[in-house]
């Protein structure tokens, strides 16, 4: 008999929640009984799945009777709120928001990277990382396991559709707008993103960057399991809708050559190398939408430092930065 | 008796050659008398310069007689060419192409950093730096008479306007398209750049940079004078029309803090500080065209290298980057 599981997604309405939607249906995830659940304004829409609508459910406790998997991507004070009373019902607890991902009872977990970590779960919830982390570490994970990685400097840049629906409406308008010369209304994206970079993750006054940045710092050494990893890292977002690149600068204990470091690339498992760059082949954001990969490129040896690599890492941040993981965590826990 | 000047512009309708135009007249040169100077093709169009028109002679070598000064910027195979022919008229030749940066006999000059070194130019020439590398030795500059450079991390967020007049063209006509939902013609970009991200500089197959990248490595260490420094770039190519940005990280021989750091660069000629990143004030790109200033925000103490420091740096590319620097390096000589 073939297993099959009753999975909530909550946040089933937002722009993750619809995605891991789209990603349990791809890959065909065993699911008996779907609950999509949402916020008591969002309740009553319907959501499809596997050909047919889903009425939306108000969030409640008796909504997680009975449920194998919840998946939560509705922010941070829903899944502080809620994620231990889907726990207290039995449900393993899978959250892309970042309410949990420092507690040090709750693995964080990249499959590529630390499924064993999810195994151990005393509260039954898993934290899902953040989409920056994400595709870093899976590229940097065959390096680390290689050659030791004493420091990654990284340098982002983020597409819009982290911010949401609305911030991909507010971006769409502003293109628009500075396309037939009208003016742009720069207020729902606290800036003008069109034809510029900004950087608008909340600032932490005392180091002087952004919570995006030290998210990057504290993951990579959870998932890695080494927390003498250093991250100097600056993440910025740039006028496009879907898709994370990233500037990878990466120092090791052990000297590391470009050639080794792609021959462990090409082996990683959830890494596809794209990178025939003197044929102008990397990989870039536009191409990465829709699917699964991390993509990796330009690989090469840092002319500014003999024994470490260089790399750039593109991945579509809605599916392997968030639903993507959070679905393969699941496959990896009751699928395996 | 104040002096004036006999000024020849070469490539006077393009992208940079307007901007020189356009800086001479705002920064009140002493132009006697203005020689805008293009290819055969543009020959006997019009330039505006000081209220009147001007009309664009051919290149040839007796457009250089008696000029004073002759400003470059028509590319490679022009400067390398005309630049010896017009010096060898008595003109100084400042050059905004590649074509003399490496040679030992020709100084490349910052007027903020090396302005003694454009004193001594054994061939008459001068050149002009590229744009990434200019505005990132401005901020160094007072980094490394402080603390001395070691080695610098670059990831560069560059703006299109650097592929003149038809890139410009093709990125509108890019945005209108996609903007419309209509399909987009990447031809003339080499690449879908709106919605995207790409890297379009020439390869050099060997050590899997980019000539762009390799410029910041070799001219970092010229203009400041010190060949033991480090530098690992990446360049790229964002959506944005004009305004450089870079993100920075630097390591010194000697500890460096941000404190410290925001105290030199508050002082240093040509860079104004915008950092007050907790209330959200840093550089963007779109605030800085038509700007003369390089400006560094984001000043911290690095968290992944303790006595480093991580920096954010926007500069408009065709004026510090280009048109500007080459004026300034013209003042710094005739008008001292």
Chains 1, 2 share one sequence.
Not at 23 to 30: D, G, H
Not at 44 to 70: C, Q, S, W, Y
Request: hydrophobic residues 40%.
């Amino acid at each position: 008999m073939t297993k099959s599981f009753k999975v909530a997604v909550v946040g089933a309405t937002g722009v993750v929640g619809q995605e891991m939607l789209k990603v349990l249906e791809q890959r065909r995830f065993p699911v008996r009984e779907l609950v999509p659940v949402a916020s008591e304004r969002s309740a009553g829409k319907k959501v499809r799945f596997n050909g047919r609508d889903h009425t939306v459910l108000a969030i409640a406790p008796e909504v997680f009777e009975g449920v194998d998997m919840a998946l939560f991507s509705a922010g941070g004070s829903t899944s502080k709120h809620w994620s231990p009373i889907a726990a207290s019902k039995g449900a393993i607890v899978i959250d892309n928001s970042s309410a949990f991902r420092r507690d040090p009872d709750v693995p964080l977990c990249v499959p590529e990277c630390n499924l064993e970590a999810a195994k151990v779960r005393p509260k039954g919830i898993i934290a899902n990382p953040n989409c920056s982390t994400i595709q870093m570490v899976v590229a940097l994970k065959p390096l680390h396991d290689e050659a030791g990685i004493e420091r990654v400097v990284v340098s982002t840049y983020q597409a819009i559709s982290g911010g949401g629906a609305k911030a991909i409406a507010a971006f769409d308008a502003q293109c628009k707008a500075a396309a037939a010369g009208e003016p742009v209304d720069e207020t729902p994206l606290s800036g003008r993103l069109t034809g510029n970079v900004l950087m608008h993750w909340t600032p932490d006054a005392e180091s002087g960057y952004q919570e995006e940045e030290l998210k990057m710092v504290f993951e990579t050494r959870k998932i890695l399991g080494d927390p003498s990893i250093r991250v100097s890292p600056t993440a910025v977002r740039v006028p496009v809708v879907s898709g994370h690149s990233e500037s990878i600068t990466v120092e090791t204990r052990k000297p590391l050559t470009a050639a080794r470091a792609r021959e462990l690339l090409e082996a990683a498992p959830g890494v596809v190398v794209v990178d025939d760059f003197s044929h102008g082949v990397y990989p870039k954001p536009i191409d990465a939408v829709g699917e699964d990969a991390v993509y990796v490129g330009r690989i090469r040896d840092d002319v500014g430092n003999p024994g470490g690599v260089q790399l750039w890492v593109v991945s579509d941040n809605l599916r392997k930065g968030a639903a993507l993981n959070a679905v393969q965590i699941a496959e990896g826990l009751l699928l395996a």
